[in-house]
């Protein structure tokens, strides 16, 4: 089976996500032949920003965004999970003067040549015994490769990406795949990327294995080095395995619609449970898109409506930007992680930390009033979090908000 009939069906696989799914990867790219096969995925929840304090507001903006490629060679490693920096266009570089950002700014697509590095604290998982080992920070680089390129057009362009997601979010919780792609097809993506909703290196591993290369372990010849994973399927496990990818492939003959459903609801119901966690009982009003307004976005709404951009970077400083349409979008994020750590043992994986981030943002959207001039016209603020509790992203969203209310 080719490798483009493969990354449909995993489309299909993927979209079938636990109703409690809160994390979301995407697969960059299924590359190689037979026995040389590589699959890359990136997780998406959060894109730091490693540009140097003094290079803030330059013509140059340093996005770091966690890739990780699994190997099906013996001759290769399990996996290696790169930290991956992108030197990327300075999406607001400031006028001192004025605090404007500047009309028809560049953009990182895919197809396009990037520069990268590989960050500190990336690391592989070696085949041969399952331990891990630090892979080298290296110096900047450029390329066009495929998994390279759309890695960087997403770390470049990742409120775009994130607007993307989120507009594909219909009412009723529905997921709008078609959306979706249309959206993120214009940062030069495939149209078909896939969510999945594995975000750790072990659940790639393992993702890898289940979904790109499970003729192998059913006929015994995933590569063992370690013997770590040589547990052998009883022909019960064996006849489950394959009825469990006919199944899949009757749900690709039969559409997409019921599963990219469970998709939307998933994260309909992440979303509709974290703003009842920071929003008190009281309406907050509408905002100009229809959405209930919540008390912290209500009290900012009304000290900003109206006010001139640069009134905003005056105060906060330089933002990460976007424009689309008639709208531009200065956000302004606050995040906290915790590394993740797996133990592997004589079953593979046994144990670990799963890590954890937390994550708020202050997002000014502005419009052009009748002279031309930007002013703020709404306000998002939105959270999220995993393995890190709601007291710690509650309190992170109340800086923010303090921060952006002025002295």
Not at 89 to 103: I, Q
Request: hydrophobic letters at 40%.
């Amino acid at each position: 089976m080719n490798a483009t009939c493969w990354l449909w069906m995993l489309l299909v696989a993927a979209l079938l996500l636990p109703p409690e799914a809160r994390a979301f990867a995407v697969v960059l790219q299924y590359a190689g032949a037979v026995d040389d096969r590589i699959a890359y995925f990136a997780d998406v929840r959060v894109i730091a920003n490693r540009t140097p304090p003094a290079g803030g507001g330059g013509a140059t903006e340093v996005r770091e965004i966690d890739v990780t490629a699994v190997y099906e060679s013996a001759d290769r490693p399990e996996f290696v999970h790169m930290k991956l920096q992108f030197q990327c266009p300075g999406a607001f570089p400031m006028d001192r003067a004025g605090g404007r950002a500047r009309e028809n700014m560049p953009r990182v697509r895919a197809g396009d040549a990037v520069t990268f590095c590989i960050g500190p604290g990336s690391y592989q998982l070696r085949r041969t015994d399952l331990k891990t080992e630090p892979v080298a920070a290296t110096g900047w680089n450029t390329s066009a490769a495929p998994a390279l390129s759309r890695a960087g057009a997403i770390a470049c362009n990742h409120i775009a990406f994130d607007h993307a997601l989120h507009a594909a979010i219909k009412a009723g919780g529905t997921f709008d795949a078609g959306e979706f792609g249309k959206r993120v097809v214009a940062l030069g993506l495939p149209v078909d990327m896939p969510l999945i909703a594995e975000t750790l290196p072990s659940g790639f591993l393992e993702f890898a294995w289940e979904n790109f290369w499970w003729e192998k372990v059913l006929a015994g010849k995933r590569p063992d080095p370690s013997g770590k994973w040589a547990t052998p399927l009883s022909e019960a496990d064996r006849q489950a395995a394959m009825q469990k990818l006919k199944q899949k492939q009757r749900e690709l003959e039969a559409g997409t619609a019921s599963i990219q459903a469970d998709l939307g609801q998933g994260i309909a119901q992440l979303q509709a449970r974290m703003r009842a966690d920071t929003q008190a009982a009281g309406a907050g009003g509408r905002g100009p898109d229809g959405r209930k307004l919540t008390p912290l976005e209500s009290s900012l709404i009304a000290i900003w409506k109206g006010r001139p951009e640069q009134d905003v970077v005056a105060l906060m400083g330089n933002p990460q930007f976007d424009e689309a349409g008639d709208t531009r979008f200065l956000r302004y994020t606050r995040t906290w992680e915790r590394d993740a750590v797996t133990a592997y043992g004589s079953q593979g994986v046994v144990g670990g930390d799963a890590g954890g981030f937390a994550m708020c943002f202050v997002e000014f959207r502005t419009r052009r009033d009748a002279l031309g001039q930007w002013r703020v016209d709404d306000i998002l603020v939105r959270s999220d979090y995993e393995g890190a509790g709601l007291g710690r992203t509650r309190s992170m969203c109340e800086a923010l908000a303090r921060h952006a209310a002025g002295p």
